[in-house]
């Protein structure tokens, strides 16, 4: 647990030996972590941060896994629907082209954005952090780039569009026949593992990393 230290010690320390509590702003010397251990304010109970071990390289596994699924995810059927002797199969890219065909250019855009594109960016950015921290080349560029990542976290909604699926489902499971399509189970296990990545890439050690702080960012 950091030490809270009073205004006379404090003065006395570089800005890198210290950390604020984002709950309750206590000021406090930055504690030194081992793998696996976990930074809390000592007067509010916070989790100011934790190490993990080999956070590049489950990181680097994560972004890679979740490259390879983000084309299944948006191109391949995600339901198909027989109503009347008709059939036909929906993917995320044709609800966007189906959007912008019917005059909701609007939507169309807000959609394509906070599914598609804004999920792409982020997990590119997220791949070339990691990439200047394993190969030690462009830091620099790494620092942009994961403010970058940072700025655009809200804007990638999959978990509200997933929902959207869920509920446009169950309002047509009693109108036609509904068959689950590949791309749904892509889409489901791109979102799970966005969330897990999340909570892998610790931004604590991906910042210290990229300060070049090799001894505090587990590779």
């Known amino acids: 647990m950091p030490d809270a230290l009073g205004?006379?010690?404090?003065?006395?320390?570089?800005?890198?030996?210290?950390?604020?509590?984002?709950?309750?702003?206590?000021?406090?010397?930055?504690?030194?972590?081992?793998?696996?251990?976990?930074?809390?304010?000592?007067?509010?109970?916070?989790?100011?941060?934790?190490?993990?071990?080999?956070?590049?390289?489950?990181?680097?596994?994560?972004?890679?896994?979740?490259?390879?699924?983000?084309?299944?995810?948006?191109?391949?059927?995600?339901?198909?629907?027989?109503?009347?002797?008709?059939?036909?199969?929906?993917?995320?890219?044709?609800?966007?082209?189906?959007?912008?065909h019917s005059g909701m250019q609007g939507i169309a855009v807000v959609v394509f954005l906070s599914s598609m594109a804004i999920p792409l960016l982020k997990l590119l950015c997220q791949l070339c952090v990691l990439l200047s921290i394993r190969l030690d080349w462009g830091r620099s560029y790494g620092l942009l780039l994961y403010r970058?990542?940072?700025?655009?976290?809200?804007?990638?909604?999959?978990?509200?569009?997933?929902?959207?699926?869920?509920?446009?489902?169950?309002?047509?499971?009693?109108?036609a026949d509904l068959s689950l399509g590949i791309g749904l189970f892509c889409f489901i296990a791109l979102l799970l593992i966005q969330v897990w990545l999340e909570v892998t890439m610790s931004s604590h050690q991906i910042w210290e990393a990229l300060a070049g702080d090799d001894a505090h960012a587990s590779h």
């Open 148 to 175: 970058i990542y940072h700025h655009m976290r809200e804007w990638g909604m999959l978990e509200v569009y997933l929902m959207g699926i869920l509920v446009s489902m169950v309002k047509l499971m009693g109108l």
């Open 7 to 100: 205004d006379q010690e404090l003065s006395g320390l570089p800005l890198e030996a210290l950390i604020g509590c984002h709950e309750c702003d206590l000021l406090m010397r930055k504690p030194v972590l081992h793998d696996g251990e976990r930074a809390q304010c000592p007067r509010c109970g916070y989790e100011l941060f934790v190490h993990r071990p080999h956070v590049i390289k489950r990181s680097l596994a994560l972004v890679c896994t979740a490259l390879l699924l983000y084309v299944p995810a948006n191109f391949l059927p995600i339901m198909q629907l027989n109503l009347l002797g008709q059939s036909s199969q929906d993917t995320v890219w044709s609800a966007v082209l189906g959007l912008y």
